[in-house]
Each structure stands twice: as C-alpha cells, then as structure tokens.
C-alpha cells in the first residue's frame, strides 16, 4: 500500500457543461475534477487549497467510510469548519476497500455548482475481484442549471421559496448539450441537430471499445437533483456491484441510478462493429423537462464521429415506479458477503415531510428541519461544549397517527440542531417514512445516504411502516449499500452497526432537500477518537477553545 500526495486548487473557472457557457467550480482547472485512482489499503494525502476567494469549501469523499478519520469526511459543521478562502486543508484517510466512489462539495449548493469527480479504488495488489473483464469505463453522472448556485442557494431561502426547477442539461462525464441534440434525426423534437467538431467542452464523452470484449463500466450520480434511467443502446448489462459491495449479479436492459449511488455493469461487446451506439440517461420520478444526456459508445476502428444508426434507447416513463421498484428490489448482496446482526438495539423511524417555518418552505424528519451549526460537531461533542448545538436529542419516532397519505393538517415544523447519539457498537434500524408532501397527491422520491457506514437494505414497503412490518425484513441477503431510496408513500428499512466513532451525516442525497432540512446527524464512540487536527475545528467554539489553549 502506498501514500499517494495530491495537490488540489479549488477555484471557479468559465465552462461549457452544455452548448452554453457558465461558471462552474473547477479543480486543477478540471471540470469535472481530477479521477482519484488508488488501490484498497492505500492512504491519500490530499492538500487542498481554496481559491474560490469569498466561499468556503469542503468536499465529501463519498462511500469511504474513514475508519479511525472522522475528521476527513468533508462535512461542513459536522466532521469540520469550512476551509476558508485562501486557506489550505490537508484530506489524510485510508480508502479500505475496492469499489466505484466519487466525491463531491458538501457545503452549501456546490455540488449543483459542479464540485464533483470520480473516486475509483482498485483491488489491493495481488488480490481478484470477483469478476472478470477485459476493459474498464467510467461514467459520472451530474446534473446542471444555468442558473448560478449562489442564486439558487437565495431561491431556496426566500419566503415563499423559489424552487430551482428542474436541470436544464444532464451531463455525462461533465459534458451536455443544451440547445441542440446529438439525436435530432431521430426525434420528432424540434431542437436542431448538433454542429460538433468534436473539441467542444459540450461535446459528447466518447466510450471506446473493441469488439467482442467485456467491460466493466463504472457508473456513478452525483446529481443535485435527477433521479436517472441508464442504458446502453442494443447491449445488455449485468449488474455486479452497488456503492463498493459486490451484488448478486442480474442482467438488466436498464438501470436506475440515484443521487449518492454507485454500481458496476458489466456488458459485451458483441453488436456490428461497423456502428456505433448510444448511451443514455433519461429522468425518473419528476415529470422530466431536461432531455436525455447522451454519450456514444465507440467501436473501434469505426470513427467516434459517425453517430449511432439506431435512435438512442427507449427508459421506462417516468413515472413508472413499479419498474424502480422492480429494479431496487433485485438489488441483493453475494452470497459469502457481510451478513447484518439478527435484531437491533434501536429502531428509529424518521418520518420524511415537506413543511414550513414562519412561511419557509422546508423539508423535516419528524417534524424537525436540521440546520447545521457554526462550530462542527465532532469538535464540540468531542470536548464537551455543550451550548454549541441543541442539547435535546430528535425524537426516535414521530407522534403515532401521522396519515403519510395525506397532506399533513399542521404543516408546521421547527428548526434544530440536535444529533442522534448512538451507542458505540450497536446495532440500529432505521425505518425511513415517506409521506405526502405539501401538495395534494404529491410524494417524491429520496435517496437517503450514511456517511462512515454501509447499512443493509433490510425493507421497502408501501404506505405507513407497522410495526409487524420488521418480521418481513430481509436478513439473508439484503445488500450492503451507503444510499438507499424510499419511494413515493413507502418506507424503506435499512440496519446497520454504529461501530465507527465520530459524527456522520445522514439525510437526502437530493442538494436543495439537505439545504432545506433534510437530514440528521448521527454521533456515537466520540470519546473514543483520537487526533482531530486543531485545522479541522478552527471555527466556532472550538476555534475559541484552541485559542485559549494556546495551541492556534
Ligand atoms: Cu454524497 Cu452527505 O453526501
Ligand atoms: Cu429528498
């Protein structure tokens, strides 16, 4: 195992993710950022600096558990201060095990901003995955808005909110078009064909491939907000990995991919190799007003710049959550993987609603919207100062009666701070209870994701949880995942062991549902962690402590 020494420059650059330019957040001058690719056991040294002058920054190494790190999650308030302009933070952790990951801002709207890349960790040296192929690809799958992420941020903030509607352009790897359409000789749309030399920053990621080989494509969403349909035009994919876990391998013609997900499929090369084929991912689950982002799978020799004959492949609508369902429930784990203890220690039911605050509009989990404290969590619990975030933990349950399948009658919440304090070592289940939201007949979709864990996907069910529900939880085969999705008026029930100390967030991978309130914080084994770097807690209560300690 080795330490690999990175270098970072975070700072805003001009772009084209589409045919129009904008402003993203760029790394090294990379959007998307830089591919981190490293083998299990080794350790990153990451020094990042923040040039973004009047912003302060984080990011997320997402699906990395840091085991014995909690102070390099990259959450701001929770396991760090903001890294503030000009300013340099030095990420230190150890990325465990293989798997398809991907990082991402954690402060703020950044990710809509398009602070994001691909976290790729090989097998350890010597060592097999469990499957074999000749080639690897990787796609990162975003989602981008022509409006700035600043403005969204004050949108979301404004009595009566302004919501941020939907994207207008899906990336692939980074790249969309807008304004034009690489497909435009099949669909009846009216949006002109696109007029591409092939250098444009917008123009599309090109797969390459060689004929009858199989590959390992690596997928990964860090959307703020798109639910996504993926499929590869003419050619089948087998499934056989979700989040860093190997899964029960399925063949699928499509797949569903949420925010916070990763998964690899494997597929064969094994159509005419004198054309080319699409790639593409349509939206789920919102009535979609962004079309298809569209990538081209290559067979080489024939040239990337003759577009695919056949028309980009067809996704299930919308709308058609029995075919998501379908999908998430054949999502199991291989036999010979990490089985989750019998019964828990604690069941929490955290009830998803959609309220207001003194006429905000915000999202809450049991009536109360978290909104983050200036001095991080893991700095305050750890050292015992007690006054700088709610005393009072969240309820464990919401009060019983709640109909999910309706509008709720008081649609009021409050705000708070408060964190779940789970003993070290325990086993916990969380039951996540979808309901109607503020609308008449209106339930989205969440994907829930767990920093410094993986949980099992024990349950999904439809409308209110019961409590004989747990007897029908699946603990023979349940995948392990760091994501999970509740669907429109279901639960879903996800167990895990709070064997990692520190403080690790827990709530919607959808950037403006977290902004808006959609989370919770989990704390367990603080008094055990060892080594929080005085930089990573220099703000705040903590920042005053150090001060008075002498040791800034
Ligand atoms: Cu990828 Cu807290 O998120
Ligand atoms: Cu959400």
């Known amino acids: 195992a080795k330490v690999r020494h990175l270098k970072w420059e975070v700072e805003y650059m001009h772009w084209s993710p589409d045919d129009q330019e904008g402003v ?78 991907f990082y991402h801002g954690h402060y703020g709207m950044q990710r809509s901003a398009g602070l994001y890349g691909s976290l790729i960790v ?33 949108d979301l903030s404004s009595k009566p909110m302004r919501w941020i509607g939907e994207p207008q352009t899906l990336l692939i790897n980074g790249r969309g078009q807008f304004n034009c359409s690489l497909a435009a000789h099949f669909s009846n749309s009216t949006a002109a064909p696109c007029k591409l030399r092939g250098n444009e920053q917008y123009a599309p990621y090109i797969l390459k491939v060689h004929p009858n080989k199989t590959y390992r494509l690596r997928i ?20 056989v990995e979700a989040d860093g876990n190997y899964v029960k391998p399925f063949t699928a013609d499509n797949i569903d991919v949420y925010s916070g997900d990763s998964y690899s499929v494997l597929f064969r090369t094994d159509q005419s190799p004198s054309h080319n084929y ?62 989750p203890p019998k019964t828990p220690h604690r069941r929490l039911i955290l009830l998803n609603t959609q309220t207001y605050i003194n006429g905000y ?101 439809e409308g209110e949880f019961k409590e ?17 999705v509740i669907f429109p008026y279901g639960w879903t029930a996800v167990r895990f062991v709070a064997d990692n100390p520190g403080v690790w967030a827990f709530h919607c991978h959808i950037e403006p549902h977290l902004h808006l309130g959609m989370g919770v914080v989990f704390a367990e084994g603080v008094e055990r962690v060892r080594g929080i770097p005085n930089e990573a807690i220099a703000c705040g209560l903590t920042g005053k402590m150090l001060m008075r300690n002498g040791t800034r």
């Open 468 to 484: 004989g529900d747990a007897a029908g939880f699946n603990l023979r085969d349940p995948p392990y995942r760091n994501t999970a």
């Open 122 to 154: 090989d097998v350890g040296e010597g060592e097999k995955e469990k499957f074999e192929y000749d080639g690897e690809l990787s796609i990162l799958l975003s989602d981008w808005w022509h409006k700035g992420s600043r403005e969204q941020e004050v």
């Open 220 to 239: 990964a969403s860090s959307t703020a907000l798109a639910s996504l349909n993926l499929a590869i035009g003419n050619h089948k994919m087998r499934v």
């Open 361 to 461: 509009t915000k999202w809450s989990i049991n009536n109360i919207s978290l909104t983050l404290p200036t001095t991080p969590y893991l700095g305050s619990i750890k050292y015992n100062i007690t006054n700088a975030f709610d005393a009072k933990s969240p309820p464990d349950r919401a009060p019983p009666g709640y109909n999910v399948m309706r509008p709720a009658p008081n649609p009021n919440s409050t705000y708070g701070s408060g964190v779940y304090v789970l003993e070290f070592n325990s086993t916990v289940d969380v039951v996540l209870q979808n309901a109607n939201a503020l609308k008449d007949n209106v339930s989205e979709i969440h994907p829930w994701h767990l920093h410094g864990h993986d949980f099992w996907v024990v349950g999904y069910g």
């Open 278 to 339: 699409w790639l593409s991912a349509t939206v789920r689950g919102r009535e979609p007003h962004t079309p298809p982002a569209l990538a081209i799978l290559n067979y080489l020799p024939t040239s990337p710049s003759h577009l695919p004959t056949s028309p980009p492949p067809t996704s299930p609508r919308w709308d058609d959550y029995p075919s998501s369902k379908a999908f998430s429930h054949q999502i199991l784990s291989l036999p010979g993987s990490p089985a």
């Open 24 to 101: 993203v957040i760029a790394i090294n001058g990379q959007f998307p950022g830089p591919t981190i690719r490293a083998r299990a056991g080794d350790t990153l040294h990451l020094h990042l600096t923040n040039k973004l002058h009047t912003e302060g920054v984080v990011i997320h190494w997402h699906g990395i558990r840091q085991i014995g790190t909690p102070w390099a999650d990259g959450t701001a308030s929770i396991s760090q201060c903001a890294i503030n302009p000009g300013e340099a933070f030095v990420y230190r952790f150890k990325v465990d095990r293989a798997g398809t990951y």
